[in-house]
């Protein structure tokens, strides 16, 4: 069975660092993409970025770039995102989600989805 | 400001159909597959729809895409008092090179 587990629940001071754990289970890592989703209390899913199977490539939202960081370790099935330079509005609940992914290079054209997903991941950041 | 474009509600009575639509561009929606979430009250978002059309393994016929140009739709039929949830549409913009969503519609069953 195909599962996504994160670590528990983080409460930072503004300006530390959290680092999110994803164990994931039932597949081979290596063989899929992971990408990071956040949720902030009452507001919408905003994609933070993502590994790609596809070319190995990392890809970061734009307002966060400076500060995130994903990695996998593929001897024990696990992805890693790290956010620095914590602020309030890094208040959210934080998923991991395996990336289904596929590039076809004729039309140039992109499928992803996400189609197992983590539990979440609560980061509380207040002084 | 969501990259992609959805009506913040929508509502239909039991067995009724409604539709959600994701207006975007040609850098995402127009050049690119679009996917379709569900996300029950305090739960993690679920894959209902891939590829714009193709349903994973296990979601019921009732929910449906479709896709014109740089606009995707979600049906769903049948509708039960099990689907009032948030849904949200997703894909990749080739111009700015991230994943982006709508902002999510709320469904009410009335």
């Known amino acids: 069975q195909v599962q996504l587990k994160q670590s528990g629940a983080e409460v930072k001071k503004p300006g530390a660092s959290v680092r999110v754990s994803c164990e994931t289970s039932?597949?081979?890592?290596?063989?899929?993409?992971i990408a990071w989703v956040r949720q902030a209390p009452g507001q919408g899913l905003e994609w933070m970025g993502g590994?790609?199977?596809?070319?190995?490539?990392?890809?970061?939202a734009q307002n966060l770039q400076d500060r995130v960081t994903m990695t996998t370790d593929t001897s024990t099935n696990t992805a890693y995102m790290e956010l620095r330079s914590l602020r309030s509005d890094d208040t959210a609940l934080y998923f991991c989600?395996?990336?289904?992914?596929?590039?076809?290079f004729g039309s140039g054209t992109y499928s992803q989805a996400f189609d197992i997903w983590g539990q979440g991941t609560m980061v509380t950041v207040s002084s | 400001q969501s990259v992609l474009t959805q009506p913040p509600s929508v509502s239909g009575a039991p067995g009724q159909k409604v539709t959600i639509s994701c207006s975007g561009n040609?850098?995402?929606?127009?050049?690119?597959?679009v996917s379709w979430y569900q996300q029950l009250p305090g739960t993690a978002p679920k894959v209902l729809i891939y590829?714009?059309?193709e349903r994973p393994s296990g979601i019921p016929d009732r929910f449906s895409g479709s896709k014109s140009g740089t606009l995707a739709t979600l049906g769903i039929t049948g509708l039960q008092t099990g689907d009032e949830a948030d849904y949200y549409c997703g894909t990749w913009d080739s111009s700015l090179s991230v994943g982006v969503f709508g902002g999510g519609t709320k469904v009410t069953v009335l």
């Open positions: 989600a395996r990336l289904f992914e596929a590039y076809y």
């Open positions: 039932g597949y081979r890592i290596s063989s899929y993409g």
């Open positions: 590994i790609s199977a596809v070319n190995r490539s990392t890809n970061y």
């Open positions: 590829d714009d059309t």
């Open positions: 040609n850098s995402n929606i127009g050049n690119n597959y």
